[in-house]
């Protein structure tokens, strides 16, 4: 006499539901709603980032900058906005607010209504330069800003290393390639690096003025 085989219920391997992706411009508005204090959180390399309360020597030196500008007749010089890179999806790659910028157009109607359908952040396309004046983060422009910025294509990125004492200029980003041993991109950089020491005259591309460093001093 055979014994009854014992069934038992096959169970199907539990797959565990993707979780949906947070936007992150939902989670930088949402920030910026819940501080008690005004920010201008930024996205940048996958992580969000609060910039510290600039100084005084800070806001000074950026001001001296943007005379310095104005007076050589670059008028698309600017300060305050944000800007929002994306990747060949659409889906958000970086938020972005230079301490300062030039822009390569005025704001169109069509750039307007691209910054309101993306929570106040206009197309990072906008700008031909960025700047940034480093303050207790020296680490965050020196290195995620400036490997965000190359990877968005911006041709010229002004960097016053206030740690360092030292005032940068990066032209001729090489954007992000794809290797066949690995699907992840190679890190974005400048390929060029203008270097002075605080104090001395930084020179910049045409059509721009050589920047006086001396404010930071």
């Known amino acids: 006499m055979s014994a009854e085989p014992i069934m038992e219920p096959i169970m199907e ?3 565990p539901k993707p979780q949906p992706q947070v936007d992150p411009l939902d989670l930088l ?3 910026e709603s819940a501080s008690p204090m005004p920010i201008r959180p930024e996205y940048v390399e996958g992580t969000v980032y609060v910039p510290p309360q600039p100084d005084e020597n800070h806001n000074d030196g950026i001001g001296e900058l943007y005379l310095q500008f104005r007076t050589a007749g670059v008028h698309l010089v600017g300060f305050g906005s944000g800007f929002r890179a994306a990747d060949k999806d659409g889906a958000t790659t970086a938020l972005l607010a230079p301490d300062f910028y030039v822009r390569r157009r005025k704001a169109s109607e069509l750039d307007e209504s691209y910054r309101k359908a993306h929570r106040g952040w206009y197309p990072v396309d906008m700008l031909a330069l960025v700047g940034e004046v480093t303050s207790t983060d020296h680490e965050t422009d020196t290195g995620p800003k400036l490997r965000t910025y190359a990877a968005a294509g911006i041709p010229v990125y002004v960097l016053v290393n206030r740690h360092a004492k030292t005032a940068h ?3 001729d980003p ?8 690995d699907d992840d991109p190679i890190e974005a950089y400048y390929s ?9 005259p930084l020179p910049l591309p045409a059509p721009y003025p050589a920047l006086d460093t ?4």
Request: glycine residues 4%; negative net charge; contains cysteine.
């Open 13 to 15: 391997p539990v797959v």
């Open 29 to 31: 508005s949402k920030l």
């Open 169 to 171: 200029c990066y032209t």
């Open 174 to 181: 090489v954007l992000p390639e794809k290797t066949d041993e």
């Open 192 to 200: 060029s690096d203008t270097k002075v020491t605080l104090g001395d």
């Open 214 to 217: 001396a404010p930071f001093i």
